[in-house]
């Protein structure tokens, strides 16, 4: 089982609607959670951060963390096409004190 | 102005060459780190440095060796290049492993 797991993609959305991105993860030690945002040829860029369960809203996003069942998700409200990119979900655990990453999901935004 | 510089961003080199990277960050953080990401796109640590040492030596070959002169600079020298070390590497660097990362630029390393 891969540590962090996510569904490569593509997920297409129209212009306008809710992008939901999903990750799981295996360590139950796991506290810091991240979403980073990936543009082709480009550097990974944190988008949101998240520490306990439940939902936290940056603007157009939404995280959402449930530690029982090792679970967190993020949702794009509104998705533009420059929303297209790769999100790679990272998960942080004390036991292994190492930032782990998912293969990223890709998502793509049509007008 | 940028907060964590890699140079060079494209490095093109025959097997068997010994390379170096370079990366600095200006953010004031403790911890910098080594992320390589394959053609696939999967992001995998390979080292962390917290103030110049050492924390995190992942399963990688002797022939990549980071060294951190202080704790705004992490390189890394890379002995006797293979094909399979085509691939993009990353600098990092943050306040805490627990915190988020903020990444250089890359660097695209082609070896040939």
């Known amino acids: 089982q891969k540590e962090v797991e996510q569904n490569s993609g593509p997920l297409s959305v129209p212009e306008g609607a809710i992008a939901s991105l999903n990750c799981t993860y295996s360590d139950r030690g796991s506290q810091s959670f991240f979403w980073y945002r990936q543009y082709s040829g480009k550097s990974p860029e944190l988008i949101m951060s998240i520490y306990s369960n439940g939902d936290k809203e940056d603007g157009r996003f939404t995280a959402q963390l449930n530690k029982a069942s090792q679970y967190v998700s993020l949702l794009i409200r509104d998705s533009q096409p420059s929303d297209s990119a790769t999100y790679l979900c990272a998960v942080y655990g004390y036991n292994t004190d190492k930032l782990i990453f998912g293969t990223g999901t890709r998502l793509q935004v049509f007008p | 102005d940028t907060a964590v510089s890699q140079t060079p961003k494209y490095l093109v080199t025959q097997m068997g060459n010994d390379k170096s990277i370079k990366c600095e960050q200006n953010?004031?953080?403790?911890?910098m780190y080594w992320y390589k990401q394959d053609s696939k796109k999967f992001l995998k640590i390979m080292f962390s440095?917290?103030?110049?040492?050492?924390?995190i030596n992942e399963t990688v070959p002797n022939r990549f060796s980071p060294k951190s002169p202080d704790k705004a600079h992490l390189n890394l020298h890379i002995n006797s290049l293979e094909l399979g070390d085509s691939a993009v590497y990353f600098c990092a660097s943050s306040v805490g492993s627990n915190y988020g990362y903020t990444f250089g630029s890359g660097t695209r390393l082609t070896v040939v």
């Open positions: 953010l004031g953080h403790d911890t």
């Open positions: 440095y917290n103030n110049k040492e050492l924390i």
